[in-house]
């Protein structure tokens, strides 16, 4: 009996590992999958090399500015969370996710149990920067602070 019950634990103890190792590798997926302003440039140096210098210059810094087309916002900040559209013809509003820990975490569990060493704290999700446009150009644009602890 005691013995059955060493391998119950054996064999949840190797699902676990499969599940973290899993849980990892889709988390990487996610991550590069995200991309920087270089990564988007080089899959589409065509949207690139059709830009201004001045925007060449600021989209290769994950900048943008009053006036850029949609594509030089997309190739500095990536794809948004959200696309609203606007309360006026041809104006769409993107507004991109960042998500975070608001709260220190020491990597000590908030709880007791037999999972309390593998505790990851949750991360909340909160915009952190939208762009305007009207008529395919930015007009208006905003980095948002992130929320108090």
Known sequence: MFRNFIRVLEQAGELKRVAVTFGIAAAALILTSCGTPGTRIS??????????????????????????????????????????PGPMRNSETWVYVRYDTPFPSYGVPYYYGPFDWSYIPPKFPYPSRGVTFSKGRVVFFRYLPPPPP
């Open 43 to 84: 899959q589409h140096p065509e949207i690139y090399q059709g830009l201004a210098p001045r925007d060449k210059a600021l989209v290769s810094q994950g900048q943008i500015r009053p006036g850029m087309s949609m594509d030089a916002v997309w190739l500095a900040w990536g794809t948004p969370e959200q696309k609203i």
